[in-house]
């Protein structure tokens, strides 16, 4: 199974002093649905700027799609970014466009012929169920509709990574359930998913890999535990951590010894004091 995403020994220093991430080591596996998470200031958002090229690596190799991008030139990172697509917080759709010109914008970019934008948009705008607000605009809809949109217009290309820096932070928890869902069908069909999210909620519902941050570590990350999956131990990441989803409770995330079945991964709900609720 080929590597999408591969850090060895990545840190990032921004230009300030701060240290935002220090020495990461993780791979992510075509087909895998990841949650980051961490409380404010980890380097959650850092983690994920350095995967679509917006900051550079200080130190250490960054894969990405089989593409060194830590030293990658400027002129080459359009190619990636095509490779991915990237959902924001804020949405950050054309509000003077309409619904259908916001996706079929990202695909004009990309120099898409007019007849494949013509076939491909409507294609989209179903798969997120919003066919039939195609000619509104963004300001006409609401928050989860909107942010559908921002998620038709990352999928349009088709791309083998789906990028998303808590796409749910601006919507109400409901819709944020919403979200998800469409994301794990997208994930279904074979998409990569990385998300970064602060609500509990979502993580302890759908059960995905998660990867926790704390002061620019990982210090916490699950095995992919869909049952189709061999897990692949990491002998040098022995996890007894905790997982502080920021709003007081915590997660349990015992990783069983190597050879371990995903069966044998467990999250355990717990008070916070480490005894099982
Ligand atoms: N452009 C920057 N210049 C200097 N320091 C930065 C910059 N961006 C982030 N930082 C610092 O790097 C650290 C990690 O920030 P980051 O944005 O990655 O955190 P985060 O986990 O995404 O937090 P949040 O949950 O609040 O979005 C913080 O200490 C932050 O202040
Ligand atoms: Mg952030």
Avoid: W
Avoid at 73 to 88: C, E, H, S, T
Avoid at 118 to 138: D, T
Avoid at 153 to 173: F, M, Q
């Amino acid at each position: 199974m080929a590597s999408v995403i591969e850090f060895r020994g990545v840190s990032k220093v921004y230009n300030n002093g701060t240290e935002a991430l220090h020495n990461i080591n993780l791979k992510i596996e075509e087909g895998e649905f990841v949650f980051v998470v961490g409380s404010s200031g980890a380097g959650k958002s850092t983690f994920v700027k350095l995967i679509t090229c917006e900051e550079r690596p200080s130190k250490g190799q960054l894969l990405v799609a089989g593409e060194d991008v830590s030293k990658i030139r400027k002129g080459k990172i359009p190619y990636v970014r095509r490779k991915m697509g990237i959902v924001f917080q804020d949405f950050r759709l054309i509000e003077h466009m309409t619904v259908y010109d916001n996706v079929a914008f990202a695909m004009r970019v990309v120099g898409a012929s007019g007849r494949t934008i013509r076939k491909r948009v409507p294609y989209i705008l179903s798969l997120v169920g919003l066919q039939h607000k195609a000619k509104h605009h963004p300001n006409e809809l609401s928050g989860g509709e909107r942010q559908r949109i921002g998620l038709a217009r990352a999928l349009v290309n088709n791309p083998s990574l789906i990028i998303a820096d808590e796409p749910t932070g601006n919507i109400d928890p409901a819709l944020s359930f919403e979200i998800v869902d469409l994301l794990s069908e997208i994930n279904r069909r074979g998409t990569t998913i990385l998300m970064v999210t602060h609500e509990h909620s979502l993580v302890k519902h759908f059960h995905k890999r998660i990867i926790q941050i704390h002061s620019g570590e990982i210090v916490a990350d699950t095995a992919d535990t869909r049952p189709d999956r061999e897990p692949e131990p990491d002998p040098n990441f022995e996890v007894t951590g905790v997982v502080d989803l920021d709003d007081g409770t915590f997660n349990d995330i015992r990783i069983m010894p190597e050879n371990a079945k995903p069966s044998d991964y467990e999250a355990i709900e717990t008070d916070g004091k480490g005894e099982r609720k």
